[in-house]
């Protein structure tokens, strides 16, 4: 390795160190790790995007799903996320606050006439930023949410025929609570795969929740380390220098193909899947997940462990349950993503390890 390339990846894991060691200070405990080690994986994952202009443009960030029971810290986190950006680099950040009565034009925007020319001009709706608060998904109808079907995917929006597109890095934060069940609505299969990460946030110790209880993180000033150029050029890096063996290729194909019926041999499988992850887009995402991660763990090389660590966010929203499964967590006192959870340790306890 030349001693430019060396500078530029030591400089690559001080930013992460700096980023972790603010998010340490905003939110409490093991979460912050959680929360930061999700993020991170999201916004340098080089996830397949365009197939056409600049290489910077032509991958784009991996969106998060934080899936928590209220006041877990959520949507402190990603606002910290958002206070820890350079205001001269302007790395915006906006929040969509989802609701029944939600429209798309309230999410992309729309034209809007100008009494004074006698024209109409496109307002840009709040997902025109680079870090983008989807608060309460579950809340916003599938009509609202599919104006965000497009940005995530392709980071533009099409309006009336013309196309917007978005400045890099273009990184969704959707929150969730999996306990409520009125006034909700169910996630299109569309939708969820969109994201490429399904977080769960853990419960806090005994003795964080004790720190917890007179904290106040009012108090806590973060330091301006998060730039657009620092996402990208770390992003870069990830995308170019970490490297992988055939055998992790096929660790991938082989944990996703184990979630189908007509292809697995797992118990667990059989009898709580009704439809397996079939998604070509997550197989992309799977490989560009596992080498975030594995430059998380300060290596140039993807292993298996890397590949397990992500495999749990990365599939457990893509898994259909059975209507039985279903029927019977919320008296089990468990979420879907629980039982999602329980399908994914069968597979990666049955699949081999290269």
Excluded at 137 to 151: D, F, M, Q, V
Excluded at 258 to 276: I, L, S, Y
Excluded at 316 to 336: A, S, Y
């Amino acid at each position: 390795m030349d001693k430019k390339l060396k500078e530029q990846i030591d400089s690559c894991y001080e930013f992460l160190a700096k980023v972790e060691e603010n998010m340490k200070k905003l939110i409490i405990g093991q979460t912050s790790l959680e929360v930061f080690r999700s993020f991170m994986v999201g916004l340098l994952s080089p996830i397949p995007r365009n197939p056409e202009g600049p290489i910077e443009e032509r991958t784009g960030c991996g969106h998060v799903w934080l899936q928590a029971v209220p006041g877990t810290g959520k949507t402190l986190a990603a606002k910290g996320l958002a206070l820890m950006s350079e205001i001269c680099d302007q790395l915006t950040y906006k929040r969509i606050q989802c609701t029944p009565d939600m429209r798309p034009t309230h999410i992309v925007g729309g034209r809007v006439f100008n009494p004074k020319t006698g024209e109409f001009r496109f307002e840009k709706g709040p997902i025109f930023a680079h870090i983008v608060l989807v608060d309460e998904k579950n809340r916003g109808t599938p009509e609202a949410k599919s104006g965000i079907l497009e940005s995530a995917e392709e980071c533009q929006v099409t309006v009336e025929g013309e196309t917007y597109h978005f400045r890099q890095p273009f990184f969704i934060i959707a929150t969730d609570n999996p306990m409520e069940d009125r006034g909700v609505f169910p996630d299109p299969a569309a939708d969820r795969d969109r994201y490429t990460l399904k977080v769960l946030l853990s419960e806090l110790t005994e003795e964080e929740e004790e720190e917890l209880v007179s904290y106040d993180f009012t108090k806590v000033e973060l330091d301006r380390v998060v730039t657009a150029q620092k996402i990208m050029d770390t992003r870069k890096i990830v995308r170019e220098q970490v490297v992988w063996d055939k055998k992790i290729r096929k660790y991938i194909v082989q944990l996703i193909r184990a979630t189908r019926h007509h292809r697995t041999t797992v118990d667990k499988v059989k009898e709580m899947v009704q439809w397996g992850i079939f998604s070509n887009r997550c197989l992309q995402h799977f490989f560009a997940a596992a080498k975030a991660q594995a430059f998380l763990n300060g290596r140039l090389f993807i292993s298996p462990d890397d590949v397990k660590q992500v495999a749990y966010p990365i599939m457990r929203h893509r898994i259909v349950l059975t209507d039985d499964v279903i029927g019977n967590i919320r008296q089990e006192r468990k979420f879907e993503s629980d039982a999602a959870d329980e399908v994914i340790s069968a597979i990666l306890k049955e699949v081999p390890i290269p």
